[in-house]
């Protein structure tokens, strides 16, 4: 199975996401921000990343150019429960711009988090 990294401040997602994971067989490793995320990222093979967008000390459109920058091809899903819109739409909408392959609007169901992993993974 996969190695993922789910990067998000709050951690009843941050429990809930990887134990919907785990139990589906795969191996997580999770970070509280984008700084710890991207350390998390660069300290080992991690074969999809999800990222909330909305985090202090580094947020989640930082997070996945940075991470753009170290690997254009591992898959990325966009997380988040805010419907600011900018410039570019809404945080999702930016997050799909700056590289994301895929987003998911919280508050999502297990279900949906397991169908947005199999597809981005091509299961």
């Known amino acids: 199975m996969a190695r993922m990294l789910i990067i998000d401040d709050d951690p009843t997602i941050r429990a ?5 994971l785990e ?6 490793v ?11 990222f660069d300290a080992g093979q991690i074969d999809l990343v999800v990222t909330d967008i909305v985090m202090p000390e580094r947020e ?6 940075a991470i753009r920058r170290l690997n254009r091809t ?5 997380i988040s429960g805010s419907n600011t819109v900018g410039r570019y ?4 909408d930016a997050a799909a711009i700056v590289g ?3 987003t998911l609007s919280k508050p999502f169901t297990a279900e ?6 199999d597809r981005l993974l091509g299961a």
């Open 16 to 20: 809930l996401a990887s134990g919907v």
């Open 23 to 28: 139990a589906q067989g795969h191996s997580v």
């Open 30 to 40: 999770v970070a509280v921000n984008g700084h710890t995320g991207l350390a998390a």
């Open 60 to 65: 989640g459109i930082s997070t996945i150019g």
């Open 74 to 78: 591992v898959p990325i899903l966009a």
């Open 89 to 92: 739409g809404g945080h999702l």
């Open 100 to 102: 994301a392959n895929a």
């Open 112 to 117: 949906a988090l397991i169908e947005a992993i």
